[in-house]
Nanobody
Framework: VQLQASGGGLVQAGGSLTLSCAASGKAYNIDDMGWYRQAPGSERELVAY????????KYADSVKGRFTISRDSEKNTVFLQMNDLVPEDTAVYYCYAEKRVATYWGLGTQVTVSS
């Protein structure tokens, strides 16, 4: 499974960005898909994920109410709509996909929020 992420960039505080992550290759029977992020000097943090089986999204407390994750199963693509961005959201965002016991990662996309 290959993951291609896009949509990062520079935005002012209060602004919005939408990240997308498209899965290709053996992109069938994928379970969860979602996003982690890693800020400089910090550990990688789970931001949000969505389950194929339940369709229920889960969010980190720090982004609840501001971020929305969605998934287009036919296109094997997951989206992360980020609103009301704050400087603390600045990080490299990584999409991931879980399939059986394996986890696949995309290359990170940089999100920078200026104050």
């Amino acid at each position: 499974v290959q993951l291609q992420a896009s949509g990062g960039g520079l935005v002012q505080a209060g602004g919005s960005l939408t990240l997308s992550c498209a899965a290709s290759g053996k992109a069938y029977n994928i379970d969860d898909m979602g996003w982690y992020r890693q800020a400089p000097g910090s550990e990688r943090e789970l931001v949000a994920y969505i389950s194929t089986s339940s369709g229920e999204p889960k969010y980190a407390d720090s982004v609840k109410g501001r971020f929305t994750i969605s998934r287009d199963s036919e296109k094997n693509t997951v989206f992360l709509q980020m609103n009301d961005l704050v400087p603390e959201d600045t990080a490299v965002y990584y999409c991931y996909a879980e399939k059986r016991v394996a986890t696949y990662w995309g290359l990170g996309t940089q999100v920078t929020v200026s104050s």
